[in-house]
């Protein structure tokens, strides 16, 4: 699993809604606006880095360590949702 690289499943599209003042997934059907930690991460599923590199990244970017369960535990919900894919 860490070395799967995510990426936002072509059904949604990610982006900042000033409005809304947070990240959203957007689909046909609507909207799924997301919260500061899953919009952090989905904004790195981009296809091009590893699920470890993800991790790292977030770890340095917020200057905290152990956020490898968490990430994983939101991924696997994300791909159940369809959010994202590998």
Known sequence: ML???PRVSKK???QWEEAQQAWVLLYPEGMVKLNQSA???LKRCSG???VAALVAELE???DTTN???DV????AMAQQQH???Y
């Open 60 to 62: 340095q970017a917020f």
């Open 67 to 69: 956020l490898q369960t």
């Open 12 to 14: 949604f599209r990610l």
């Open 3 to 5: 070395a799967a690289m």
């Open 48 to 50: 091009e880095q590893t």
């Open 39 to 41: 919009g952090e991460i």
């Open 72 to 75: 994983l535990a939101f991924l």
């Open 83 to 85: 959010w994202i894919e």
